[in-house]
């Protein structure tokens, strides 16, 4: 390509050069069409001739002059249109030119903000709402209770399983009892059903009913008339069936009245929960 445009460069110069220098002589050819008009005739035929034919011979070479110079003009032209047109291709096919500096140094608009702007109070974040108080957990009536010299306490027994249970009420007097009477009422939270009830005391002092009341299941153990109870600890089971499953004994009661001579006693209170079994809440 570089060989190429010198070749063209010197062609054009030394097209200019001659151009140039190049001046037609022109005393030179009006002489020789002078000659050429009043010169000896060759024969008679040129003598006889009009002097219109000669004003033709002297248009007509002055018409070859110009056509002379007309083509030496052209090929100049053309030598000099040649060696632009490359240059002119290389321009055509020449990257996109880059931005001027003035499109590229100028900074964004800021993004339009469509939210009024606030004080720093507002804009502040608003504390959490406070979370109502959950509701305390039913405080479970206590299962140990005391009056005088009696003492009383609620369990489900450890032996209890899904699908039957035993609540047992503990007695401990320090003195002797004249009158007494264990309630054990056991809810009915489904399926509850008697399956018997014993005492460490003897069988005949007491008797003993059990029946249905209020959606309870309720035993009552009564000491007999004329009998009494020795100062000692004793223990009331009520024994039953439940439904399937970890029974709660959250809603089961006992309650206990006893006498030792003229003074009236009374204890009761709730079962204490069992991990994993009955009373579990």
């Known amino acids: 390509m570089t060989m190429r445009r010198d070749v063209h460069e010197e062609l054009r110069a030394r097209l200019h050069e001659a151009a140039g220098s190049h001046e037609p002589d022109r005393e030179r050819i009006l002489a020789r069409i002078e000659r050429g008009m009043t010169?000896?005739?060759?024969?008679?035929?040129?003598?006889?001739?009009?002097?219109?034919?000669?004003?033709?011979?002297?248009?007509?070479?002055?018409?070859?002059?110009?056509?002379?110079?007309?083509?030496?003009?052209?090929?100049?032209?053309?030598?000099?249109?040649?060696?632009?047109?490359?240059?002119?291709?290389?321009?055509?096919?020449?990257?996109?030119?880059?931005?001027?500096?003035?499109?590229?140094?100028?900074?964004?608009?800021?993004?339009?903000?469509?939210?009024?702007?606030?004080?720093?109070?507002?804009?502040?974040?608003?504390?959490?709402?406070?979370?109502?108080?959950?509701?305390?957990?039913?405080?479970?009536?206590?299962?140990?209770?005391?009056?005088?010299?009696?003492?009383?306490?609620?369990s489900v027994d450890p032996h209890s399983n899904d699908f039957w249970a035993q609540s047992n009420v503990?007695?401990?007097?320090?003195?002797?009892?004249?009158?007494l009477t264990v309630r054990l009422r056991i809810a009915q939270t489904g399926g509850v059903s008697e399956t018997g009830a014993w005492r460490t005391l003897p069988e005949g002092d007491f008797t003993l009913t059990v029946a249905e009341e209020d959606g309870f299941l309720v035993y009552t153990w009564t000491l007999r008339e004329g009998r009494t109870v020795p100062a000692?600890?004793?223990?009331?089971?009520?024994?039953?069936?439940?439904?399937?499953?970890?029974?709660?004994?959250?809603?089961?009661?006992?309650?206990?009245?006893?006498?030792t001579g003229s003074r009236q006693l009374s204890v009761g209170g709730g079962f204490a929960a069992v991990g994993g079994g009955e009373g579990d809440s």
């Open 39 to 154: 010169g000896p005739a060759a024969s008679g035929h040129r003598a006889t001739r009009p002097p219109v034919v000669g004003w033709l011979r002297v248009a007509g070479a002055t018409a070859a002059v110009a056509g002379v110079l007309a083509v030496g003009g052209y090929a100049v032209a053309s030598a000099v249109k040649e060696e632009a047109a490359p240059e002119q291709r290389e321009v055509a096919t020449s990257p996109t030119p880059t931005p001027s500096p003035r499109a590229t140094s100028r900074a964004p608009a800021p993004p339009v903000d469509p939210a009024p702007s606030s004080s720093p109070e507002e804009r502040r974040p608003s504390p959490p709402p406070s979370r109502p108080p959950s509701p305390s957990a039913p405080q479970r009536t206590p299962a140990a209770t005391e009056d005088g010299p009696v003492w009383s306490d609620g």
């Open 170 to 179: 503990t007695l401990k007097n320090r003195e002797q009892l004249t009158a």
């Open 232 to 259: 000692g600890e004793w223990v009331f089971a009520g024994q039953y069936d439940h439904d399937r499953g970890g029974r709660d004994a959250g809603a089961d009661r006992y309650s206990v009245t006893a006498a």
